[in-house]
């Protein structure tokens, strides 16, 4: 009796290891502490703008992205965020998950924050792009916003890819203007996924050793009664 209840023990101080690692919320990429924008990429109803980047060697899971943009009536224009994965040709290829998007300000320049609608793993040594759709009901065009100074996107998650211009998905090159190619800026929050041994290794573990005890307990026990 006294041995089965040593296994129990066991199970359950497995089940204590087995709870998730969690850490604080970090940025992944971004360039919006370091960037002024001094130009503007137009985006009538339709068109759409990527942001590419490629993940390192940790997951994390998805939190918010800002991106600096222009509506010109928060009435009549939007902008909608997605995830998209990367096709073969290196564009954006489909659809894999959406963001909600933030209450617009007519005539603002600034940066709008999308948070996150449910939970998603951004997986490591992945490309990914954050795909911008602008909708209006009027002849209104937005802008999203970038920098000619090749102030690259940087951060300890992921590298920076590119950006693309055009429909949806969007798959042209960003313009070049006076020679330099168009770096939109942004940023990209996520939570660090800490790498932990499978669960039944840890149950296998947590009951080796108590069940070890355990038995030394008993040997103990059984000694003394000699």
């Known amino acids: 009796m006294r041995f089965k209840r040593w296994v129990l023990l066991g199970v359950f101080v497995s089940g204590v290891l087995v709870e998730p690692m969690v850490s604080p919320a970090a940025s992944i ?6 960037a002024t924008f001094d130009v503007a990429q137009a985006t009538a109803n339709g068109d759409s703008v990527g942001i590419g980047f490629k993940m390192g060697t940790a997951a994390y899971a998805l939190g918010p992205a800002t991106v600096q943009l222009f509506v010109p ?5 939007s902008y909608r965020l997605s995830l998209y994965n990367n096709d073969l040709s290196n564009n954006p290829g489909s659809a894999l998950f959406s963001f909600i998007s933030p209450t617009f300000q007519s005539n603002v320049f600034g940066p709008y924050t999308f948070a996150p609608s449910g939970s998603f793993t951004l997986q490591p040594n992945t490309v990914y792009w954050l795909v911008l759709t602008y909708s209006s009901d009027s002849t209104n065009q937005g802008d999203v916003l970038g920098n000619l100074h090749n102030v690259v996107p940087t951060g300890p998650g992921a590298s920076y890819v590119g950006g693309r211009v055009g429909g949806t998905p969007p798959t042209s090159p960003v313009p070049i203007n006076n020679g330099v190619p168009v770096i ?5 929050e996520g939570t660090p996924l800490a790498s932990v041994p499978e669960p039944s290794s840890l149950i296998m573990a947590g009951i080796a050793a108590v069940t070890g005890l355990g038995c030394w307990r008993c040997r103990r026990t059984m000694k003394a009664l000699v």
């Open 29 to 34: 990429i971004g360039n919006l502490s370091t």
């Open 73 to 77: 009536s928060s009435l009549t224009d």
């Open 184 to 188: 939109f800026n942004f940023g990209l």
